[in-house]
């Protein structure tokens, strides 16, 4: 089971705030629930060792979903839409049903006496409906090391590609996406965070 979205709005100039694309409006591309991922995969579990397991769904189920209309209509997260022969999207749905077979790989393992742990999963998903040569790709990686007694410093990334996600690529190189020149099409996205952590046990 899989699912994610996110809490805060994202612009399309990639800014934290809007900022003026050419003497017009920055845009919101997506928010909570715009979109929001939701997959079930039920299949078998192989297990390597202590550390190392892969699982296998034939039938895996990936549903899409756009709550706000606007955002649905620029067709860029994936849900349904329709254009005609110029190009012009003639209708939308604000979601989006798959069904594929999804391969998830993952790695966990402690090193230098436990105080270096590392996380790993990589999820392939096919989806048989539409466009199955095109394998969607999310890769995360959760690196926990301990400082000290009950502070740890956690430093995570993340790798996502989706061949039906339009990104805001900045084709004209000059900071902005989502300015004149810029183009949309499927990309990768990197994001990357850190945590520090402190725990005491009461």
Not at 61 to 68: F, H, L
Not at 124 to 131: K, P, R, V
Not at 168 to 197: E, S, V
Request: no cysteine; proline share 3%; net charge neutral.
């Amino acid at each position: 089971m899989l699912a994610q979205t996110q809490l805060l709005k994202t612009y399309k100039s990639n800014y934290l705030k809007p900022v003026t694309l050419d003497n017009n409006p920055d845009i919101v591309v997506s928010k909570f629930l715009s979109p929001a991922l939701v997959q079930f995969s039920p299949g078998v579990t192989y297990k390597h060792n202590a550390h190392l397991t892969f699982q296998y769904s034939p039938v895996a189920v990936r549903w899409i979903y756009v709550a706000d209309d606007s955002l649905a209509f620029l067709d860029i997260h994936g849900n349904d839409v329709t254009r005609d022969a110029n190009g012009v999207i003639t209708s939308y749905k604000n979601y989006f049903l798959g069904l594929g077979s999804e391969l998830v790989g993952r790695y966990e393992n402690k090193y230098f006496k436990d105080r270096f742990a590392v996380k790993s999963a990589l999820r392939l998903f096919s989806n048989y409906l539409e466009g199955p040569q095109n394998v969607d790709v999310l890769f995360t990686n959760n690196f926990n090391i301990q400082l000290f007694k009950g502070l740890s410093l956690d430093l995570l990334g993340e790798l996502f590609y989706d061949h039906d996600v339009k990104m805001n690529l900045d084709t004209n190189d000059n900071g902005i996406y989502g300015d004149t020149g810029d183009r949309q099409a499927p990309a990768a996205q990197l994001t990357g965070a850190f945590m520090l952590k402190y725990s005491v046990i009461f």
